[in-house]
Protein backbone atom coordinates (compact mmCIF):
# COMPACT_ATOMS: atom_id res chain seq x y z
CA UNK A 1 0.00 0.00 0.00
CA UNK A 2 1.60 3.59 -1.04
CA UNK A 3 2.41 5.75 2.10
CA UNK A 4 -0.17 8.03 2.89
CA UNK A 5 0.96 11.86 2.54
CA UNK A 6 1.30 13.69 5.42
CA UNK A 7 2.34 17.13 6.68
CA UNK A 8 5.00 15.39 8.30
CA UNK A 9 6.26 15.16 4.78
CA UNK A 10 6.87 18.61 3.52
CA UNK A 11 10.34 19.46 2.72
CA UNK A 12 11.92 22.76 3.90
CA UNK A 13 10.67 25.86 2.90
CA UNK A 14 13.06 27.49 4.28
CA UNK A 15 13.93 30.43 2.08
CA UNK A 16 10.78 31.00 0.61
CA UNK A 17 7.88 32.92 0.51
CA UNK A 18 4.43 32.57 0.78
CA UNK A 19 0.97 34.20 0.07
CA UNK A 20 -2.28 32.66 1.51
CA UNK A 21 -5.54 34.53 0.99
CA UNK A 22 -8.43 33.71 3.20
CA UNK A 23 -5.58 32.66 5.89
CA UNK A 24 -7.07 33.46 8.66
CA UNK A 25 -9.48 30.82 9.12
CA UNK A 26 -10.15 27.01 7.58
CA UNK A 27 -8.33 25.39 5.27
CA UNK A 28 -6.44 28.94 4.30
CA UNK A 29 -4.89 29.20 8.19
CA UNK A 30 -4.16 25.23 7.99
CA UNK A 31 -1.71 25.75 5.11
CA UNK A 32 -0.28 28.94 6.39
CA UNK A 33 0.63 27.52 9.53
CA UNK A 34 2.15 24.53 8.36
CA UNK A 35 4.08 26.44 5.78
CA UNK A 36 5.44 28.52 8.38
CA UNK A 37 6.34 25.71 10.69
CA UNK A 38 8.51 24.39 8.13
CA UNK A 39 9.91 27.67 7.28
CA UNK A 40 8.14 29.72 4.62
CA UNK A 41 7.89 33.54 5.45
CA UNK A 42 3.94 33.27 5.04
CA UNK A 43 1.86 36.44 4.22
CA UNK A 44 -1.65 36.04 5.58
CA UNK A 45 -3.70 37.94 3.28
CA UNK A 46 -6.89 38.63 4.90
CA UNK A 47 -9.89 41.51 4.66
CA UNK A 48 -10.13 41.55 8.44
CA UNK A 49 -6.54 42.49 9.82
CA UNK A 50 -7.76 42.03 13.41
CA UNK A 51 -8.54 37.88 12.29
CA UNK A 52 -5.43 38.29 10.33
CA UNK A 53 -3.46 39.33 13.39
CA UNK A 54 -5.26 36.46 15.84
CA UNK A 55 -4.84 34.07 14.02
CA UNK A 56 -0.65 35.02 13.58
CA UNK A 57 -0.43 35.11 17.51
CA UNK A 58 -1.89 31.22 16.78
CA UNK A 59 0.83 29.78 14.59
CA UNK A 60 3.52 32.04 16.68
CA UNK A 61 1.95 30.19 19.39
CA UNK A 62 2.27 26.96 18.25
CA UNK A 63 5.93 28.18 16.05
CA UNK A 64 7.47 30.53 17.87
CA UNK A 65 10.16 30.55 15.34
CA UNK A 66 7.57 31.45 12.90
CA UNK A 67 7.88 34.16 10.16
CA UNK A 68 4.20 35.64 9.03
CA UNK A 69 3.07 38.43 8.20
CA UNK A 70 -0.85 39.93 8.17
CA UNK A 71 -1.47 41.73 5.19
CA UNK A 72 -4.87 43.49 3.70
CA UNK A 73 -6.05 41.96 1.04
CA UNK A 74 -9.83 41.57 0.00
CA UNK A 75 -10.16 39.69 -3.43
CA UNK A 76 -13.53 40.49 -4.20
CA UNK A 77 -12.46 44.49 -4.58
CA UNK A 78 -10.15 45.15 -7.73
CA UNK A 79 -8.98 48.20 -5.65
CA UNK A 80 -7.87 46.17 -2.70
CA UNK A 81 -6.51 43.43 -5.33
CA UNK A 82 -4.41 45.74 -7.39
CA UNK A 83 -3.03 47.76 -3.97
CA UNK A 84 -1.84 44.87 -2.30
CA UNK A 85 0.20 43.74 -5.64
CA UNK A 86 1.61 47.00 -5.79
CA UNK A 87 3.09 47.02 -2.03
CA UNK A 88 4.03 43.46 -2.62
CA UNK A 89 5.70 44.32 -6.02
CA UNK A 90 7.56 47.51 -4.46
CA UNK A 91 9.21 45.14 -1.71
CA UNK A 92 11.08 43.57 -5.01
CA UNK A 93 10.85 40.23 -3.51
CA UNK A 94 10.45 36.75 -5.50
CA UNK A 95 6.96 34.86 -4.51
CA UNK A 96 7.41 30.96 -4.44
CA UNK A 97 3.69 29.86 -3.43
CA UNK A 98 0.66 31.80 -4.21
CA UNK A 99 -2.32 29.42 -2.64
CA UNK A 100 -5.51 31.10 -3.52
CA UNK A 101 -7.91 30.26 -1.36
CA UNK A 102 -10.16 32.71 0.05
CA UNK A 103 -14.01 32.27 -1.05
CA UNK A 104 -17.83 32.72 -0.43
CA UNK A 105 -20.17 29.89 -0.51
CA UNK A 106 -23.87 30.06 -2.10
CA UNK A 107 -24.85 33.24 -1.20
CA UNK A 108 -28.81 33.74 -0.48
CA UNK A 109 -29.10 36.38 -2.35
CA UNK A 110 -27.49 37.97 -5.64
CA UNK A 111 -24.84 40.60 -4.34
CA UNK A 112 -22.77 42.86 -6.46
CA UNK A 113 -19.29 44.51 -5.44
CA UNK A 114 -18.38 47.76 -6.03
CA UNK A 115 -16.88 46.93 -9.02
CA UNK A 116 -20.62 45.83 -9.92
CA UNK A 117 -19.27 42.17 -10.22
CA UNK A 118 -22.03 39.23 -8.49
CA UNK A 119 -19.96 38.54 -5.58
CA UNK A 120 -19.04 34.71 -5.47
CA UNK A 121 -17.54 35.21 -8.88
CA UNK A 122 -15.96 37.95 -8.02
CA UNK A 123 -14.17 36.54 -4.50
CA UNK A 124 -13.77 32.85 -5.97
CA UNK A 125 -12.54 33.87 -9.15
CA UNK A 126 -12.19 36.71 -10.72
CA UNK A 127 -10.12 38.16 -7.51
CA UNK A 128 -7.43 35.82 -7.83
CA UNK A 129 -7.61 35.22 -11.56
CA UNK A 130 -6.28 39.59 -11.09
CA UNK A 131 -4.25 39.11 -8.49
CA UNK A 132 -2.05 35.79 -9.97
CA UNK A 133 -1.72 38.44 -13.18
CA UNK A 134 -0.28 41.22 -11.34
CA UNK A 135 2.01 38.93 -9.12
CA UNK A 136 3.62 37.55 -11.98
CA UNK A 137 6.60 39.63 -11.85
CA UNK A 138 7.43 38.49 -8.69
CA UNK A 139 6.64 34.69 -9.29
CA UNK A 140 8.62 35.34 -12.58
CA UNK A 141 11.46 35.80 -9.96
CA UNK A 142 11.57 32.60 -8.19
CA UNK A 143 13.25 29.44 -9.33
CA UNK A 144 9.97 27.07 -9.65
CA UNK A 145 7.31 29.26 -8.66
CA UNK A 146 3.74 27.64 -7.57
CA UNK A 147 0.33 28.76 -8.00
CA UNK A 148 -2.33 26.64 -5.96
CA UNK A 149 -5.91 27.14 -6.95
CA UNK A 150 -8.73 25.71 -4.22
CA UNK A 151 -11.58 24.31 -6.14
CA UNK A 152 -13.85 22.06 -4.88
CA UNK A 153 -16.33 18.50 -5.33
CA UNK A 154 -18.86 22.08 -6.06
CA UNK A 155 -17.44 22.17 -9.57
CA UNK A 156 -19.18 18.76 -11.10
CA UNK A 157 -22.02 20.76 -10.90
CA UNK A 158 -21.13 23.88 -12.63
CA UNK A 159 -21.81 24.78 -15.79
CA UNK A 160 -19.93 27.15 -17.88
CA UNK A 161 -22.06 29.52 -19.80
CA UNK A 162 -20.20 32.59 -21.35
CA UNK A 163 -23.54 34.53 -21.10
CA UNK A 164 -24.46 33.65 -17.45
CA UNK A 165 -20.70 33.66 -15.68
CA UNK A 166 -22.69 36.00 -13.21
CA UNK A 167 -25.80 34.71 -12.75
CA UNK A 168 -27.13 37.47 -14.86
CA UNK A 169 -29.92 35.87 -16.12
CA UNK A 170 -30.94 33.15 -13.64
CA UNK A 171 -29.31 33.50 -9.78
CA UNK A 172 -29.52 30.05 -8.13
CA UNK A 173 -27.15 30.16 -4.88
CA UNK A 174 -25.39 26.44 -5.45
CA UNK A 175 -25.41 26.84 -9.36
CA UNK A 176 -23.11 29.82 -9.01
CA UNK A 177 -21.08 28.91 -6.72
CA UNK A 178 -20.61 25.33 -8.72
CA UNK A 179 -19.76 27.19 -12.02
CA UNK A 180 -17.29 29.76 -9.87
CA UNK A 181 -15.36 25.92 -8.60
CA UNK A 182 -15.65 25.19 -12.12
CA UNK A 183 -13.68 28.52 -13.18
CA UNK A 184 -11.41 27.97 -10.34
CA UNK A 185 -10.85 24.28 -12.00
CA UNK A 186 -10.34 25.88 -15.97
CA UNK A 187 -8.55 28.63 -15.00
CA UNK A 188 -5.52 26.77 -12.72
CA UNK A 189 -5.05 24.53 -16.58
CA UNK A 190 -5.10 27.64 -18.39
CA UNK A 191 -2.57 29.29 -16.17
CA UNK A 192 -0.50 26.13 -16.68
CA UNK A 193 -1.01 26.02 -20.48
CA UNK A 194 0.10 29.37 -20.99
CA UNK A 195 3.30 28.85 -18.42
CA UNK A 196 4.44 26.29 -20.79
CA UNK A 197 3.60 28.48 -24.19
CA UNK A 198 5.75 31.18 -22.46
CA UNK A 199 8.51 28.94 -21.13
CA UNK A 200 7.77 29.45 -17.65
CA UNK A 201 8.96 27.21 -14.76
CA UNK A 202 6.03 28.20 -12.75
CA UNK A 203 4.03 25.33 -12.10
CA UNK A 204 0.14 25.60 -11.87
CA UNK A 205 -2.30 23.18 -9.83
CA UNK A 206 -5.80 22.90 -8.73
CA UNK A 207 -6.71 21.05 -5.15
CA UNK A 208 -10.14 20.25 -3.72
CA UNK A 209 -10.26 19.92 0.19
CA UNK A 210 -13.20 17.20 -0.24
CA UNK A 211 -15.66 18.31 2.32
CA UNK A 212 -14.04 20.09 5.23
CA UNK A 213 -14.97 21.43 8.82
CA UNK A 214 -14.26 24.97 7.99
CA UNK A 215 -16.20 27.95 8.90
CA UNK A 216 -17.70 28.28 5.74
CA UNK A 217 -18.95 24.81 6.05
CA UNK A 218 -20.26 25.26 9.44
CA UNK A 219 -22.07 28.67 8.87
CA UNK A 220 -23.02 27.84 5.25
CA UNK A 221 -26.74 27.82 3.55
CA UNK A 222 -29.47 25.62 5.66
CA UNK A 223 -26.87 24.48 8.23
CA UNK A 224 -29.64 25.80 10.77
CA UNK A 225 -32.50 23.79 9.62
CA UNK A 226 -33.12 20.22 9.82
CA UNK A 227 -31.36 18.87 7.44
CA UNK A 228 -28.63 20.89 8.43
CA UNK A 229 -28.34 19.23 11.88
CA UNK A 230 -28.77 15.79 9.96
CA UNK A 231 -25.69 16.95 8.11
CA UNK A 232 -23.52 17.92 11.13
CA UNK A 233 -24.89 14.24 13.06
CA UNK A 234 -23.39 12.61 9.80
CA UNK A 235 -20.09 15.06 9.10
CA UNK A 236 -17.78 12.82 11.49
CA UNK A 237 -18.71 10.16 8.26
CA UNK A 238 -18.38 12.04 5.42
CA UNK A 239 -16.08 14.78 6.11
CA UNK A 240 -12.65 15.37 7.75
CA UNK A 241 -10.96 18.40 10.01
CA UNK A 242 -9.67 21.61 8.21
CA UNK A 243 -5.95 20.22 8.97
CA UNK A 244 -6.60 17.26 7.04
CA UNK A 245 -8.44 19.42 4.58
CA UNK A 246 -5.27 21.19 3.67
CA UNK A 247 -3.14 18.42 2.71
CA UNK A 248 -4.03 18.79 -0.90
CA UNK A 249 -2.89 22.58 -0.68
CA UNK A 250 0.30 21.60 0.69
CA UNK A 251 0.56 18.50 -1.30
CA UNK A 252 0.10 20.78 -4.52
CA UNK A 253 2.37 23.67 -3.05
CA UNK A 254 5.38 21.63 -1.78
CA UNK A 255 5.69 18.18 -2.86
CA UNK A 256 7.92 17.91 -5.56
CA UNK A 257 6.16 14.79 -6.83
CA UNK A 258 3.59 17.47 -7.87
CA UNK A 259 3.26 18.51 -11.41
CA UNK A 260 1.90 21.63 -13.05
CA UNK A 261 -1.84 20.77 -14.43
CA UNK A 262 -2.50 18.43 -11.39
CA UNK A 263 -5.88 18.29 -9.71
CA UNK A 264 -4.89 16.97 -6.08
CA UNK A 265 -7.58 16.02 -3.78
CA UNK A 266 -8.45 13.08 -1.04
CA UNK A 267 -8.04 9.50 -1.77
CA UNK A 268 -10.94 8.71 0.10
CA UNK A 269 -14.54 7.00 -1.76
CA UNK A 270 -15.98 9.73 -3.61
CA UNK A 271 -13.21 12.00 -2.90
CA UNK A 272 -14.95 12.95 0.05
CA UNK A 273 -12.17 12.78 2.82
CA UNK A 274 -8.61 10.97 2.81
CA UNK A 275 -5.27 11.75 2.15
CA UNK A 276 -4.22 13.93 -0.69
CA UNK A 277 -3.67 12.19 -4.69
CA UNK A 278 -4.06 12.77 -8.36
CA UNK A 279 -7.29 13.36 -8.90
CA UNK A 280 -9.32 13.88 -12.15
CA UNK A 281 -11.92 16.89 -12.18
CA UNK A 282 -15.01 16.14 -14.20
CA UNK A 283 -14.98 16.54 -18.03
CA UNK A 284 -16.62 20.28 -17.77
CA UNK A 285 -13.21 20.76 -15.99
CA UNK A 286 -11.00 19.65 -18.82
CA UNK A 287 -12.57 21.72 -21.53
CA UNK A 288 -10.01 24.14 -23.56
CA UNK A 289 -12.10 25.94 -25.50
CA UNK A 290 -14.21 26.70 -22.02
CA UNK A 291 -10.98 27.63 -20.43
CA UNK A 292 -10.12 29.84 -22.89
CA UNK A 293 -13.09 31.92 -22.95
CA UNK A 294 -13.21 32.09 -19.42
CA UNK A 295 -9.33 33.67 -18.98
CA UNK A 296 -10.21 36.24 -22.13
CA UNK A 297 -13.71 37.17 -20.23
CA UNK A 298 -11.65 37.49 -17.11
CA UNK A 299 -9.21 39.80 -18.81
CA UNK A 300 -11.79 42.36 -20.21
CA UNK A 301 -13.76 42.43 -16.69
CA UNK A 302 -10.61 42.98 -14.59
CA UNK A 303 -8.76 44.74 -17.32
CA UNK A 304 -5.64 42.66 -16.32
CA UNK A 305 -4.08 40.79 -19.30
CA UNK A 306 -0.97 38.35 -18.99
CA UNK A 307 0.40 35.24 -20.85
CA UNK A 308 -0.97 35.76 -24.05
Do not use: C
Amino acid sequence: MAQKWTAAQMPSQAGKTAIVTGANSGIGFQAAAELAAHGAHVLLAVRSLPKGEEAAARIRAATPTASVEVVSLDVASLASVRAFAESFLASDRGLDLLINNAGVMALAKRELTADGFERQFATNHLGHFALTGLLLPALEKATAARVVTVASLAHRNGKFELDNLQGEKKYVPWDVYGMTKLANVLFASELERRARKSGLTLRSLAVHPGIARTQIFQNGPGMGDIKGIITRLFAPLMTQDDARGALPTLYAATNPAALGGQYIGPDGMGELKGWPKVVEPRENGKDPVAAKQLWEASEKLTGVHYLD
